[in-house]
């Protein structure tokens, strides 16, 4: 099938995901130079995503290596990563060569998204034959494109999981009235202080491995295992539950309670928390991660870290140490401390002593690439605003004996180029619903303060 489209990919969809080149089937795609000196210009930088400007560059090298003169700007055959599927071509366009003329978007050094927007306008008029659609991430460039009359412009999507951030799985659900009266046949047995419960597939359709099941009356149970006809139930007790206490701090609400079962669980290796501001999700982290490295002693530190805003992507302006740096942009988890201990009788020195008995360190993600963490819980803050690469190659430091716990709100997403359906965290939550060592919470209120409650209701 012949090529009907020619795909004018933005920097930003590179970043993204580097291997996109390979996702456009048999359709054709161009590149245009500008691109390739953005790439450049943040392979070499301190920040997060100068590696996927490298692995971006790497892909394209790999296309046009063996290309001969006068065939990039004309297409190179893009080799199929299965050696199946037949799929189109890659051009890198000169688009530096572009003059200003009328109906143009003025050029500059610095107006690298106009030069982009120009190559799409210049190739739309002189390939009459192909749709020319321009692939960008950034919103404000689509609306410049479609304004400087661009035809087709589009948001990358192949990495979208859902059509709806609604239907992301919230990890707990409930059932109306009372569970057990609609179970005929049930098979109990008792492993230890578990116990666990093997009722009718039927009963639960479309349940995920460890989602948390609760009714309008006592039941509260986790998914542990899921046959053709059979699903396994751990059987929790409610009251156990809501009456748990780590680090002098207690769930508010049955969620709550099953983001601290969740974290507090030897057999989970990943949690994810996400919710609302104010729902508690640092909090309930915090004090599991504690009670678990400094009273149970399961593991030999706690390491934080969070993805910094754009202007702070490169720490080094920060005098100091790592931490030190950090610190800034970490002011939630010492917030967090410091409610913790607002009763004690100095509150300063028992924050110091669970920071320092409790090993915190706080980390940034520019230097947590080709490290192997273990024996530690890894706190990932703010995991929203990480892109599915990003967050891929946190999750892979995990090493022997480590719990990764991903904290975000997919309705404070600070990213230029990512949306609550396009996120890093939405991603995990997905890919990870039916991995039998995770768990998702999607918490439910806010229990900050009356205030943060109405503004996060009515804002």
């Given at each position: 099938m012949a090529a009907s489209r020619l795909y004018v990919l933005d920097t930003n969809v590179l970043l993204h995901d580097p291997q996109c080149l390979y996702n456009f089937e048999e359709q054709d795609i161009c590149i245009p130079?500008?691109?390739?000196?953005?790439?450049?210009?943040?392979?070499d930088r301190q920040k997060l995503v100068s590696r996927e400007a490298r692995i971006a560059i790497h892909a394209i090298d790999d296309i046009v290596r063996d290309a001969k003169v006068g065939q990039i700007t004309k297409g190179i055959p893009i080799p199929s990563m299965?050696?199946?599927?037949?799929?189109?071509?890659?051009?890198?366009?000169?688009?530096?060569?572009?003059?200003?003329?009328?109906?143009?978007?003025?050029n500059g050094s610095q107006i690298h998204d106009n030069s982009i927007i120009n190559c799409a306008?210049?190739?739309?008029?002189?390939?009459?034959?192909?749709?020319?659609?321009?692939?960008?991430?950034?919103?404000?460039?689509?609306?410049?494109?479609?304004?400087?009359?661009?035809?087709?412009?589009?948001?990358?999507?192949?990495?979208?999981l859902l059509t709806d951030v609604s239907l992301l799985p919230e990890g707990h659900r409930r059932l109306e009235g009372d569970f057990w009266k609609n179970v005929e046949k049930v098979q109990t047995q008792r492993d230890?202080?578990?116990?666990?419960?093997?009722?009718?597939?039927?009963?639960?359709?479309?349940?995920?491995?460890?989602?948390?099941?609760?009714?309008?009356?006592?039941?509260?149970?986790?998914?542990?295992?899921?046959?053709?006809?059979?699903?396994?139930?751990?059987?929790?007790?409610?009251?156990?539950?809501m009456s748990h206490s780590c680090w002098g701090i207690s769930p508010l609400n049955l969620p709550q309670a099953f983001a601290m079962h969740s974290i507090l669980d030897p057999t989970l290796d990943f949690c994810i928390i996400n919710g609302a501001a104010g729902s508690g999700k640092t909090l309930m982290a915090l004090a599991c991660s504690l009670e678990m490295v400094i009273e149970q002693k399961r593991f030999n530190k706690i390491v934080v870290t969070r993805s910094t805003p754009p202007?702070?992507?490169?720490?080094?302006?920060?005098?100091g140490t790592e931490e030190e740096k950090m610190t800034p942009w970490l002011s939630a988890i010492h917030d967090n401390l410091e409610a913790m201990h607002e009763g004690d009788d100095q509150p300063q020195s028992s924050v110091r002593y669970a920071i320092e008995k409790g090993n915190i360190q706080f980390k940034s993600l520019n230097f947590i690439r080709g490290r192997s963490?273990?024996?530690?819980?890894?706190l990932i803050d703010e995991a929203q605003n990480l892109t599915p690469s990003q967050l891929k190659t946190i999750l892979t430091r995990c090493g022997?004996?480590?719990?990764?716990?991903?904290?975000?709100?997919?309705?404070?997403?600070?990213?230029?180029?990512?949306?609550a359906l396009t996120s890093g965290l939405t991603y995990v939550v997905e890919r990870f619903k039916n991995f039998e060592g995770s768990a998702n919470i999607h918490l439910t209120g806010v229990v900050r303060s009356r205030l943060a409650e109405y503004a996060e209701q009515n804002l």
């Open positions: 130079m500008t691109v390739l000196e953005e790439l450049d210009d943040i392979k299965s050696g199946k599927k037949k799929l189109g071509r890659l051009m890198i366009f000169p688009d530096h060569e572009l003059a200003d003329r009328k109906g143009y978007l003025p306008l210049h190739l739309q008029s002189t390939l009459s034959m192909l749709e020319v659609v321009l692939v960008t991430k950034d919103i404000n460039m689509r609306l410049k494109a479609l304004g400087a009359g661009l035809n087709r412009v589009e948001d990358y999507r192949k990495d979208q230890g202080q578990n116990v666990y419960h093997k009722v009718s597939a039927d009963l639960l359709p479309e349940v995920h491995v460890n989602e948390y099941l609760y009714d309008d009356e006592d039941f509260a149970a986790r998914v542990v295992k899921i046959d053709a006809d059979y699903i396994t139930l751990l059987d929790l007790n409610r009251e156990k539950l202007v702070a992507e490169d720490i080094g302006f920060l005098p963490i273990q024996d530690a819980i890894v022997k004996g480590s719990k990764m716990i991903a904290l975000g709100n997919l309705a404070q997403i600070d990213s230029n180029y990512l949306t």
